[in-house]
């Protein structure tokens, strides 16, 4: 949880899709008509929060503006956005804005302490008179103290506040705080507009493999940037051409789980240990970064595709669609059953699941993540 935000262009036109959302927005604020509470609700990152990040920055900045040069009126619906060069816009940017404030799950439950700190936040006579926001990031894992007195501050709002409450799974939160806000959803950005984007952004990519990235990241800016950023091709084909080919190898002979183990912990470097001039010199992943388990989340990924193929036959809608040819041997050749398939992908789940909770040995850990899959 933290006040601010930090180190981006808060333009809009920065944000990739959302021309609705975004119009909508600049709307609200050159009618002045600001609600108290909105609700950005749709899929997993496909631009909610920095979309209300961008808003808010823009109307702080218009606002910041308007106070200091009342007689200026560049500031309309139209022309709203983040300046970059005003105390406002620059406080945004490190973090230290006294009219925002954001908060975030990072996974874990938001509780009331973080809705106290909202309170305190509110309490604060900001530096110039201005409207406030507050942004609270995967609002639906609010545990029921906190959402009860979230509710509370929403009835009886303090001074121009904005609230934008960000949630994939609107269903989770109580109807008494979904009743104070007015909800905007999100939709997936069209393959093309990210196709487009993309294409510019890496020339040196083949059509191909944009294409490959398309289809993987589902609609989602971030995640198509991350894909292609991350080195996915390296991790997935290091996967599938050792440690898949190995596994099934072994599945079917019953073999030894140790092998396959020792080659994916020597490539999957474990980023919170080993430091980076070793992990560039070994040319290891850094894959067990913070906040995640891609390397298991890449193997889950695999393995859908291989249980995919094996019910259906229909290589056109995989994921990995170009080494279709690798997942159909997978899927045909080493006697593994979908029933077995599907059995491995719950045991990956619990392994990621495991992980996530508990601070384990990454080591020992894929060791008995390797043998369960050998014995499913």
């Known amino acids: 949880m933290f006040y601010g935000v930090m180190n981006h262009d808060y ?7 959302h021309k609705r959302q975004i119009d909508f927005l600049k709307g609200l604020y050159s009618s002045d008509r600001m609600p108290s509470g909105l609700l950005f609700y749709g899929q997993n990152n496909i631009g909610k929060k920095f979309t209300a990040e961008v808003f808010a920055a823009s109307v702080l900045c218009a606002d910041y503006a308007a106070y200091f040069n009342p007689s200026s009126s560049a500031f309309s619906g139209s022309s709203l956005n983040f300046c970059g060069k005003c105390p406002s816009c620059a406080s945004i940017s490190n973090g230290s804005n006294q009219n925002l404030f954001v ?11 973080t809705v106290h700190q909202i309170g305190s936040f509110l309490a604060f006579t900001p530096p110039y008179p201005s409207r406030r926001f507050v942004i609270i990031d995967d609002a639906s894992v609010m545990n029921p103290s906190a959402a009860n007195a979230l509710l509370k501050i929403l009835e009886e709002p303090q001074g121009e506040t904005v609230f934008i409450l960000i949630t994939s799974n609107a269903g989770m939160l109580p109807p008494t705080v979904l009743s104070r806000c007015l909800p905007l959803g999100f939709a997936p950005v069209p393959d093309e ?39 996915y091709l390296e991790k997935r084909d290091f996967l599938i051409n050792n440690v898949f080919e190995e596994l099934f190898e072994e599945f079917r002979k019953k073999g030894n789980f140790y092998d396959i183990s020792g080659a994916f912990t020597a490539k999957f470097a474990f980023s919170e240990k080993i430091p980076k001039n070793v992990r560039n010199k070994e040319k290891n992943f850094e894959f067990e970064a913070k906040g995640g388990n891609p390397a298991f989340e890449l193997i889950l990924f695999i393995l859908r595709d291989i249980y995919i193929y094996s019910v259906s036959k229909n290589e056109k809608i995989l994921y990995n669609e170009d080494v279709a040819d690798k997942i159909k041997r997978f899927a045909s050749d080493f006697g593994a059953s979908p029933k077995v398939i599907e059995h491995m992908m719950e045991i990956t789940v619990s392994h990621i699941e495991k992980i996530n909770s508990c601070n ?10 390797f043998s369960n899959l050998l014995s499913a």
């Not at 890496?202 to 198509?224: N, T």
């Open 11 to 17: 333009n809009f036109s920065e944000i990739v899709g």
């Open 103 to 113: 908060a975030e799950s990072f996974g874990n439950p938001i509780k009331i302490e």
């Open 193 to 231: 507009i990210l196709l487009n984007v993309f294409k510019l952004k890496f020339p040196d990519i083949d059509d191909v493999k944009l294409k490959l990235f398309l289809k993987l990241a589902g609609g989602s800016y971030s995640g198509f940037l991350n894909l292609v950023e991350s080195g």
């Open 360 to 369: 384990l040995n990454k080591s020992i850990s894929a060791d008995s993540y």
